[in-house]
């Protein structure tokens, strides 16, 4: 079954806590994307990947870190400078490209402890 | 800055009332809009996509239109099962993706 990936689907974190949330993708997809959902917004950027080894932030980054090693794996850590980190994380993939459809992961959930 | 807005925030509907979600945006050079439907705990799940105004898709009870400034998705003779969020997004021109708070539909049967 071609689709993406996220664990864990619940995460709690503790105070001063760095957390990592994962993300595989087998749609062979070049870009992809880290979101931030919180009740009543929309969903805002916090990075992207065009390729491998290589990311730009979005408009949400500070207290944010990834990496892209692989084609197929981007994880995203929540550092203890996100002062405000309980929200619904959503992974998202698509070809290379603007204009092209983004498809989304089934979210993961942090909460701080 | 590009902007989307989506109303109503919240629509009730009896099952088989048929009704539209508004999507209104301000892009510079529109590349793409686009509708997902997302149910609680869940992620977006894909719906459309359209490029340019007088387009039109449709998918089951679901139909989406275009204009230069707003996007329509009528739902025709809905179900429970329709009862979802329902989200917009656009992307410029050599920018990101930038979505709409969503549209929360609980239709009753």
């Known amino acids: 079954d071609g689709g993406i990936t996220q664990s864990p689907k619940y995460l709690f974190r503790k105070e001063g806590q760095n957390v990592t949330l994962s993300c595989e993708q087998n749609l062979n997809h070049d870009a992809m994307y880290w979101y931030r959902q919180d009740p009543g917004q929309g969903l805002r950027l916090i990075y992207y990947?065009?390729?491998?080894?290589?990311?730009q932030k979005g408009d949400i980054a500070e207290g944010y870190s990834v990496s892209r090693e692989k084609k197929e794996s981007f994880p995203l850590t929540v550092t203890s400078a996100q002062k405000n980190p309980t929200a619904f994380y959503l992974c998202?993939?698509?070809?290379?490209?603007?204009?092209?459809?983004?498809?989304f992961g089934e979210g993961s959930w942090l909460t701080v402890v | 800055e590009d902007q989307v807005t989506q109303s109503p925030e919240a629509l009730r509907l009896q099952e088989g009332e048929s009704s539209s979600l508004n999507c209104s945006y301000t892009v510079s050079g529109l590349r793409g809009l686009f509708w997902y439907r997302q149910d609680p705990g869940k992620g977006p799940e894909f719906l459309f996509t359209l490029y340019s105004a007088g387009e039109e898709k449709e998918k089951e009870r679901l139909k989406a239109t275009l204009t230069k400034k707003e996007s329509f998705l009528h739902i025709t003779a809905p179900k429970p099962e329709d009862s979802a969020t329902y989200l917009c997004a656009v992307q410029a021109w050599g920018n990101d993706m930038r979505f709409g708070a969503g549209t929360r539909l609980t239709v009753k049967p």
């Open positions: 990947s065009q390729i491998v080894n290589d990311f």
């Open positions: 998202a993939s698509s070809i290379a490209g603007f204009g092209n459809t983004i498809y």
